[in-house]
């Protein structure tokens, strides 16, 4: 993330919750369902925030598993450790995930809302893959909407590189990259791409 980038979500961060409207706990859930969390998961939430997914995946992976929230901004991570701190299963790190290193294996990396803010995406997951995947583990893509709503509101970045592609041919670019990844849910409510090594 760019300088500019992370400043931008320090300065947001206080705000960030009021103006999340569509990660509603319906919707987190019903994405959260086809991922198929499970108790004793290990789960590594990439860009956490201020922790929108944290409360739902430390309730489902239980007190025999883990939620590591990562992110860059420390404004974010101000939040969500104001919010989720006490939670005994959860902890979290600040770092730019696609420069450094994450200690660790996990059973799923969440990339929730993340996915226009990699500035290398087949690198940073196949990264992911080599250091941070156990070898039953898998990376999910999630929004909360289809890549119509998400464009919109990236349209004044002008960049192609944070534009997001239908899930369809963000499937197969990360297949031709020769990563297994496969269309959970592409409707206006719902956007998953799973991804395994």
């Known amino acids: 993330m760019t300088k500019e980038e992370v400043k931008f979500f320090d300065d947001m961060a206080p705000k960030w919750d009021s103006m999340e409207r569509r990660s509603t706990p319906e919707k987190v859930n019903a994405i959260l369902d086809l991922v198929d969390v499970r108790p004793g998961m290990r789960v590594l939430d990439l860009g956490t925030g201020t922790g929108v997914l944290v409360p739902y995946l430390a309730e489902r992976t239980g007190a025999t598993g883990s939620v590591t929230g990562v992110d860059l901004s420390d404004g974010m991570l101000k939040e969500a450790l104001r919010k989720y701190g006490s939670l005994g299963n959860v902890r979290f790190v600040r770092k730019d ?75 197969a670019m990360f297949s031709e990259a020769g990563m297994n990844a496969r269309v959970l849910a592409a409707d206006k409510e719902r956007y998953l791409v799973e991804v395994r090594g």
């Open 97 to 171: 995930f696609e420069l450094e290193g994450i200690r660790g294996k996990y059973d799923l990396v969440m990339l929730y809302c993340v996915y226009p803010h990699l500035h290398r995406p087949v690198e940073v997951l196949k990264k992911i893959i080599r250091e941070n995947l156990r070898a039953d583990g898998r990376i999910e893509i999630g929004f909360p909407s289809d890549e119509h709503f998400i464009n919109n509101i990236h349209a004044e970045k002008k960049a192609a590189s944070s534009l997001l592609p239908d899930a369809g041919r963000l499937a």
